[in-house]
C-alpha cells in the first residue's frame, strides 16, 4: 500500500465517524516525523507493513476517543514540545497566555533573578518553559502524582532545563521560604459540572476536580501562601470564568492590599487572575 493510498483510506474511516479528517495527515507525521510535503513528494512510496500496523492501531484509538496527543505522545508549548501521556492534563492554548503573561510581570517587577515554583506542573509545561525563558530563574515543579512529576523531569531532560520537582500535596513540599513568584494551573472544575467525554475519559481525574464550588485548591494555596512568599511577590493562576468572582473574592481576603488583575484570554473570557503584592 502506498502512502497516499494508507492516508485516504484513514481519511474515509475519519469522516465516517465524523472525526477531522485532517488527523490522518497530522497522525501519519508524527508518528513516522516526516514532514507534509515529505508525504506529498513520497505519495506513492510503499509503507512498510509494520508501520501499516502502528498507524492502523493509532487510528483505532482516536476512534476509540483517545486523544490524538496521548497517541503521538507530545504536544508544542510555547514553540518547546513536551511529552505527554495519560498521567498529565494536555496543556491548553490559554494556559501558554497565563505563562505569557507571567513572563511579562516578572520582567516588568524583578530586577534579579525570581525564585518561581510551579504549583501542579503536570507535564511541567509552565515551570519548564518560563525556566527556557528566564534561564537565570530559580524553578520549583510540584505535583502530587509521582507518575506526573515523571513526565516533568523527563521534559526538563528533553528541553535540557535544570529545575527540581518536588512531590507532595500543594504547597506542603516546599521548604524554601524565599518565593518570588507562584504560578498554578490546579485542578478547577466543580465536581457537579459536565465535562467532555474525552476529557473525563481520559485525562487524569486528579488533575481535573476542584471540589464541589471549584475552589478548593485556590483556597488551600491562597491560605498558606504568605508562609512561602517574599513580601514582594507575584502570584498568577488559571481560573475558570464561572468561578473567577469567587477567585477574586478570595484574592481580596488573603491579599487585601495587593493589586489584583482580571486578564481575558483571546476568547475573551476570564481566564487569569494576577496578585502583584507589594509589586510597585
Ligand atoms: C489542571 S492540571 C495542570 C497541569 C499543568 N500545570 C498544565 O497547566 O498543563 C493540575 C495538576 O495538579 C496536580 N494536583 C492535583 N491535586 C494536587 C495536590 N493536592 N497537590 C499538588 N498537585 C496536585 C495534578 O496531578 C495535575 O498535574
Known sequence: ???KQL????????????????????????????CDWEIIIKSDS???????????????????GVPIQYIIGDVDFYGYTFLVNKN???????TEELVEHTIYYIKKHFTYNPTIVDIGTGSGVIGITIK???????????????????????????????VTTLQGNMLEPLFESKIDVLISNPPYIKE???????????EPTIALYGGNDGLKYYKE?????????????????????SIKDEVVDLAYYYFADAEIIVKKDLQQRDRMLFILNNLD
Open 1 to 3: 500500500m502506498t502512502i
Open 7 to 34: 492516508i485516504d483510506q484513514a481519511k474515509g474511516i475519519l469522516l465516517e465517524n465524523n472525526l477531522d479528517s485532517d488527523l490522518a495527515i497530522k497522525l501519519y507525521t508524527s508518528l513516522f516525523k516526516v
Open 46 to 64: 510503499i509503507v512498510t507493513e509494520d508501520n501499516i500496523l502502528i498507524y492502523e492501531n493509532s487510528i483505532k484509538r482516536l476512534l476509540g
Open 88 to 94: 498529565v492534563l494536555i496543556p491548553r492554548f490559554e
Open 132 to 162: 527556557k525563558e528566564l534561564p537565570d530563574s530559580a524553578v520549583f515543579l510540584t505535583d502530587i502524582s509521582k507518575d506526573a512529576l515523571d513526565v516533568a523531569e523527563q521534559n526538563a531532560q528533553r528541553l535540557c532545563v535544570e
Open 192 to 202: 457537579t459540572e459536565i465535562v467532555e467525554e474525552i476529557v473525563k475519559n481520559n
Open 221 to 241: 494555596i491562597l491560605a498558606n501562601a504568605s508562609n512561602y512568599l517574599k513580601t514582594r511577590s507575584l502570584l498568577a493562576f488559571e481560573i475558570s470564568e
